[in-house]
């Protein structure tokens, strides 16, 4: 937990320090109006970000450290993070090695730099033990072959159709007799295959109406039913199908994992658990922590009462007898004696013969 912590917090300051780079590259190098020299917005920033980078970058070298010694030879076989932090912090300490007075080729440090920020990714090793995200975890790795079809689905659609006004506008865009920036304009979106992909994929995707206004404007108005088609078939009703299928098999394989039907088992238990003692304190008038007979008694004319119990599975029914039963002569009941009792009825076995015998 203290190091999925770090993880997070290595995150953050890693964030905010590319908002520092931003602003530095802004100012320096782009004369940007409104940027403001990073000495003054950001004091002690510099120095801030070195301390922090060695904190953290001395904490997870230690962590390495103590997995290969502790775990030997299981460190590279127990699971594959073991092997992807120690690349991390490898990279690390050839990053700050160089930074010290190591000559270095200045590709391989910039490289090293950018694959510095697969530290990040062990977020993802510690999502896994957060409960509200295991189903998303899950879900995220049996999705990987559902969406591998699903992309090639949608691109082998959206190449095809690229390609057909591609080869359409064609002519067009090689007529003299049309105003050349006119013509200009449709090649860019239009001239290649690149740019017919990347103009098709926003039309399928993102906002669609630009490079139609740009057809309709230029080439011809009819282009506007064309794209319209286009995007009531594949542009909604196809990537729609392909969304549905993705997401229903996705969760389909997710919800077969063992890990998560023990945890969704487990949460169901605790709010069982949570139901029975809200009923307890509402059945417990005096407070008491206890139940009388005549306490028991009376709730059982609530509706209220009746509709709760089965809402948990037991009988009204079973419910009057349970008092007698979990009685140990004393005249009153415990919460605990009264959840294990409503447990034991709960279910097939409607347990009031488990509870006699």
């Given amino acids: 937990i203290v190091f999925g912590i770090l993880i997070f917090l290595n995150a953050f300051v890693m964030a905010i320090q590319r908002q520092y780079q ?5 100012y320096t190098y782009l004369g940007y109006k409104d940027a403001m020299p990073a000495e003054e917005t950001w004091v002690g920033a510099e120095d801030a970000f070195a301390v922090l980078e060695w904190f953290f ?10 997995k290969l010694v ?5 460190f590279f076989t127990d699971t594959l993070w073991n092997v992807f932090d120690l690349v ?19 590709t391989l440090l910039r490289m090293a730099r950018i694959v510095r920020l697969a530290r ?3 977020v993802m090793r510690w999502l896994q033990i957060i ?8 879900a995220i790795k049996a999705s990987v072959s559902v969406l591998v079809w699903s992309l090639l689905l949608l691109l082998l659609l959206v190449s095809v159709v690229a390609m057909a006004v591609s080869a359409l506008l064609e002519p067009w865009i090689r007529d003299e007799a049309n105003l050349r920036q006119d013509r200009i304009a449709v090649f860019e979106s239009w001239g290649t ?26 080439v011809n108005q009819w282009w506007a039913f064309a794209v319209l088609a286009y995007k009531l078939t594949i542009g909604f009703a196809v990537v729609q199908v392909i969304i549905s299928v993705f997401i229903q098999q996705t969760f389909k394989v997710a919800s077969r994992d063992e890990e998560v039907l023990i945890k969704e088992k487990s949460a169901a238990a605790a709010a069982y658990a949570t ?22 008694e009376e709730v059982l004319l609530d509706k209220r009462v009746k509709t709760w119990f089965s809402a948990l599975e037991v009988e009204p029914g079973e419910v009057s007898t349970l008092f007698e039963m979990l009685d140990d002569g004393d005249g009153q009941i415990s919460m605990e004696e009264f959840m294990q009792g409503v447990k034991a009825l709960k279910g097939f076995a409607k347990g009031t013969d488990v509870l006699m015998l």
């Fill in 70 to 74: 502790s775990m030997k030879k299981r």
């Fill in 131 to 138: 409960d509200p995200l295991i189903l998303m975890v899950k």
């Fill in 57 to 66: 970058g001395l904490i997870f070298t230690t962590e390495v450290v103590l």
């Fill in 120 to 122: 990040l990714l062990r």
């Fill in 275 to 296: 139901n029975l003692k809200s009923l307890f304190r509402f059945i417990d008038k005096s407070g008491d922590g206890f139940l009388s007979q005549e306490e028991f």
């Fill in 88 to 106: 991390v912090v490898t990279i690390w300490l050839i990053d700050q090695a160089a930074h010290s007075a190591l000559q270095v080729d200045p």
């Fill in 193 to 218: 295959f690149a740019r017919a992909m990347e103009t098709m994929c926003e039309i399928t995707l993102a906002n669609w109406g630009p490079p139609t206004k740009l057809l309709m404007n230029t």
């Fill in 22 to 26: 931003g602003d530095i590259t802004a």
